[in-house]
């Protein structure tokens, strides 16, 4: 796809300066520009980056142009460079994934309700009962189970897995390998051994959700495993049966919560976070990267560590723990010459 710097001026509402025929096909970033491409200089630090700039359109805040343009490319000016860039990122996203139709070889129960200018891809298999909104895509090799609920203008990415019963609300984006609905880890001890406890809840995934690539969300024991409005997860995480997670909340790479555990709105949790089961993590909460959380958490609460605390009293004890050898030299030297004293 190629677009002219007039086409890109006006999807951002910006000016041109320099030749509005001029086009590009791709997109680069500000330190590698080559002919064709798009790139944008958002902060001043990149400034050193014009000089010398290959790229064919450079898209630039108002505030950061230089006084000298002759030797510049072709110049697009907007108020925000990063943020009319992250338009055009998505609007070019949209044009790519622009696919309808259905490929073969896929199956498709008789008892399907197919929604309007659908994309369903090559190998993905649709059982009974499954109801898809309009303008979703599901991509090759997914799986959705019998009576799976799928809204609209979702993205379902290759090798998805989502269980019988599961509901996906609309506006939803689910990476490739994730898998949505599978059991609870969910066993019961006995003499002989651990028997099978059976989960017979689902997954609800609301509105404006995404899911990163090879999570694992697992149906209920009974009721729901529930991922509220706006939540953004990243890859590779875990949640367990019966976990609430709340809305705008934001998980980080390999955090795992564990069962019946009930998380906030707005909250934000670091990378490899553990979560207990069966506790209650406030709203706007912050959890640092590695935290182990083993108690609830109240609202606003921002904690470090494992097991974690207050994040301001961890780097006041941080600052303690790199000086422990030198502290145990001292009190042992002061124990030492204490019993000297002593003696003498």
Not at 129 to 147: H, R, S
Not at 213 to 235: P, Q
């Amino acid at each position: 796809m190629k677009f002219s710097a007039q086409q890109i001026a006006d999807l951002v509402n910006g000016k041109v300066i320099g030749n509005p025929e001029e086009m590009v096909s791709y997109i680069s970033k500000i330190e590698d520009g080559i002919p064709g491409t798009l790139t944008f200089l958002g902060g001043e630090k990149y400034q050193e980056f014009l000089k010398g700039n290959k790229a064919s359109i450079i898209l630039i805040s108002e505030k950061l142009i230089p006084q000298d343009i002759s030797e510049l490319p072709t110049i697009i000016s907007v108020e925000d460079a990063y943020s009319a860039f992250n338009q055009l990122l998505r609007f070019y996203n949209e044009m790519k994934e622009k696919k309808t139709g259905v490929e073969e070889p896929v199956f498709i129960s008789n008892n399907v309700t197919l929604g309007k200018d659908l994309f369903i891809g090559a190998f993905a298999y649709i059982a009974s009962n499954v109801k898809i909104g309009n303008n979703t895509k599901i991509y090759p090799q997914a799986y959705l189970g019998d009576n799976v609920v799928i809204g609209e203008n979702c993205l379902i990415g290759p090798g998805v897995k989502i269980y019988n019963d599961c509901i996906i609300g609309n506006n939803c984006v689910i990476h490739g390998g994730t898998v949505i609905g599978a059991d609870g880890f969910g066993f019961s001890q006995s003499k002989e051994g651990y028997e099978k406890v059976p989960q017979l809840g689902n997954v609800i995934i609301e509105d404006d959700v995404e899911i990163g690539a090879n999570c694992t969300i697992d149906r209920a024991t009974i009721g729901s495993t529930l991922i509220k409005k706006g939540v953004k997860l990243d890859n590779l995480i875990q949640i367990a049966h019966n976990v609430e997670v709340g809305q705008h909340t934001v998980i980080a790479s390999q955090a795992g919560v564990a069962g019946s555990s009930k998380i906030g709105q707005w909250s934000m949790i670091g990378g490899q976070v553990g979560i207990s089961g069966h506790l209650k993590v406030g709203d706007n909460v912050i959890l640092q990267a590695q935290s182990g959380i083993t108690n609830d958490v109240d609202n606003n609460e921002r904690l470090f560590g494992s097991p974690a605390i207050k994040y301001i009293k961890y780097q006041k004890s941080f600052v303690y723990f790199k000086q422990l050898p030198e502290i145990i030299k001292r009190i042992e030297k002061l124990e030492k010459d204490s019993k000297t004293q002593s003696e003498s």
